[in-house]
């Protein structure tokens, strides 16, 4: 592993189901951060964390939960998926200083 | 709160051309501004950023942006584009009172360069 991984690739989930989008992170990196990728919005983040046992809430949250038992871990799940769920979503992380960010290739969400 | 704004949902030059990618943003304080690229089905490559000192930032594949603080503006540019800089451009901000170090993204505008 080098740099941050997520899991799946893509995904098509059916309306109601429960759904984790798996992140993990080789850099040590205390900062992490969930964005979804829609058309002509950008991305908009939906959680963060800062170090493991400490998580916040971005712009979009609604629908969403995080979980950050470890450094290198941070999952993201959807309860019970609706359609306007379906997005891209990425993962990110922060090392120490202003600007050392890292995305993941992202998972490709669609809810049917 | 920042934000960001990317004027123009797609740009088209042909290759050789110059390339400019407009970018504005509001902030509180002086900005972290940061340019990203995003390849079909890609994740997001980091091309450049701007935290302090020199207003012109040079990146990678040879992209430049300038940070112009009376227009809040942080502009990308490059002299000469190439078919294969045809891709998704982000910019982004991120406020540097904020501990948590979020970045706001702009839209994105769409690159298009033709031969």
């Known amino acids: 592993i080098a740099g941050i991984t997520q899991a799946p690739t893509s995904q098509i989930l059916a309306a109601g189901r429960r759904m984790t989008l798996r992140c993990t992170q080789d850099m040590r990196h205390n900062a992490m951060y969930w964005y979804r990728q829609d058309l002509g919005l950008g991305l908009r983040l939906i959680h963060y964390s800062n170090t493991a046992g400490t998580t916040g809430k971005g712009e979009v949250p609604d629908g969403y939960s995080v979980s950050r038992a470890n450094t290198d871990d941070f999952p993201l799940t959807l309860a019970s998926a609706v359609p306007s769920q379906t997005s891209v979503y990425f993962c990110a992380s922060r090392g120490q200083g202003a600007d050392g960010y890292t995305f993941g290739s992202g998972t490709r969400l669609t809810v049917v | 709160a920042q934000s960001v704004a990317q004027p123009e949902d797609q740009v088209n030059v042909a290759e050789g051309n110059p390339l400019t990618v407009k970018c504005t943003y509001s902030v509180s304080g002086n900005p972290y501004l940061f340019w990203y690229v995003q390849y079909p089905n890609r994740g997001l490559q980091f091309l450049l950023k701007?935290?302090?000192?020199?207003?012109l930032v040079k990146g990678s594949y040879g992209f430049e942006a300038e940070f112009n603080k009376s227009q809040t503006s942080f502009h990308l540019k490059k002299p000469s584009a190439l078919v294969s800089d045809s891709a998704l451009y982000f910019c982004a901000v991120r406020a540097p009172t904020d501990s948590w170090g979020k970045l706001q993204f702009g839209a994105g505008t769409q690159v298009v360069v033709t031969p």
């Open positions: 701007y935290i302090t000192g020199d207003n």
